[in-house]
């Protein structure tokens, strides 16, 4: 299998944070408090998203319309931005081991790792420009990297023994597999975004199996996958949210508060029993709470910006916070349950 190495010298320019645009905003008086906070990104119209963290200290974050990679310092609200190559159109970004960043180059065919220290770019190229769009990306526990690519219709995995990339395509047709997760069994989910199916990757073997929703007009667009293997997931098409379980091959979906019109986009699960996800059809946009356990929705609440579109977030368990990006032109955080 063909790949290619580049290093990149990548130049930083470093800001301090505009205040923070709001904070203290409460859901439903007694249930699900949390706090929401966001920081202006001071380089405007650049859609920063998909903020990562490995520490809670530093976030690490891409400008999608303007190449580049930011890292945002918690406890100096500052602000770096780290040009990449001109027309990468980073999509993604997650921290290795080691803590550097990698990021997927959705309009360039490509994924490539941040060396902090050194402040170069290290390149792996799509073999032959495939898959061309890689989108979102996570470590598994052996250090592999796998992504979805919703154009080229794959899912993929990075060695990093020998910096390889191993392609599998999806079945149907114009699927568009849109987000990826891992089970603590290693199984890899990803959900198929261009029609109402779920797919589960073996990662030993590399088979690949379909999961049907009950509904057909069900898109799928993010996903989670809880600590009993449940796979967690939001409806944007029709404003649900749903569990799949592998083990009794069973759907389970909840109609969102918002109604069919909510378009839930970004979503995860905490350690604490919640699925957390946001409503981006109601402006502002409303971050919800829904308590697995107990099958019940507990909190709605006001993206304090407006949020524009929020499209992913990740949940960073030490300090209980999720992060998140917003089409607002901002970086935020929310505080689920903090102490009162």
């Known amino acids: 299998m063909r790949h290619a190495i580049a290093i990149a010298t990548a130049a ?9 645009l ?48 930011g890292r945002f310092d918690v406890a100096t609200q500052e602000f770096e931005r780290i040009e990449m190559p001109e027309g990468a159109g980073p999509h993604n970004v997650v921290t290795d081991a080691d803590g ?12 490539s790792r941040y060396d902090v ?17 890689p989108h979102t990306m996570i470590f598994d526990d052996d250090g592999d990297l796998w992504f979805n690519s919703q154009g080229a219709n794959t899912i993929s995995v990075l060695r990093m023994a020998d910096r390889s990339v191993h392609t599998l395509e999806v079945p149907t047709p114009d ?24 797919v589960s990757v073996d990662p030993e073997t590399m088979a690949l199996t379909e999961h049907v929703m009950p509904r057909e007009d069900a898109r799928p667009r993010r996903l989670d996958v809880t600590a009993d293997g ?27 508060p918002s109604g069919a019109d909510s378009r839930p986009y970004a979503m995860v699960t905490d350690d604490n029993g919640m699925a957390w ?20 929705f507990v909190s709605s609440t006001p993206v304090p910006s407006g949020g524009g579109v929020v499209r992913h977030m990740d949940y960073y368990a030490p300090d209980g916070v999720v992060w998140f990006g917003a089409d607002t032109n901002t970086i935020g955080r929310a505080l689920v349950n903090p102490p009162e």
């Open 230 to 256: 449940r796979v967690w997931y939001v409806d944007f098409a029709e404003g649900h949210l749903g569990v799949y379980d592998p083990a009794s091959d069973s759907f389970k979906e909840w109609q969102s």
């Open 117 to 133: 220290e050194a402040g170069t770019f290290d390149r792996i190229d799509m073999p032959d420009g495939h898959p061309r769009d």
């Open 12 to 20: 930083t320019l470093a800001l301090l944070a505009a205040p923070s």
């Open 100 to 111: 550097a960043p990698w990021y997927a180059g959705n309009r360039d065919a490509h994924i």
């Open 277 to 296: 996800y946001v409503e981006t059809g109601p402006s502002p946009n409303l971050f919800i709470g829904f308590d697995m356990r107990q099958e019940r």
């Open 175 to 198: 699927a568009r597999p849109y987000a990826t997760r891992i089970a603590p069994d290693g199984t890899v989910w990803v959900v198929l975004l261009g029609t109402n199916k779920l």
């Open 22 to 69: 709001a904070q203290d905003f409460r859901s439903t008086p007694g249930e699900g408090r949390i706090l929401i906070e966001e920081w202006t990104v001071p380089w405007q119209d650049t859609r920063p998203r998909d903020p990562y963290t490995a520490d809670g200290d530093t976030i690490w974050f891409v400008g999608q319309r303007d190449d580049y990679l």
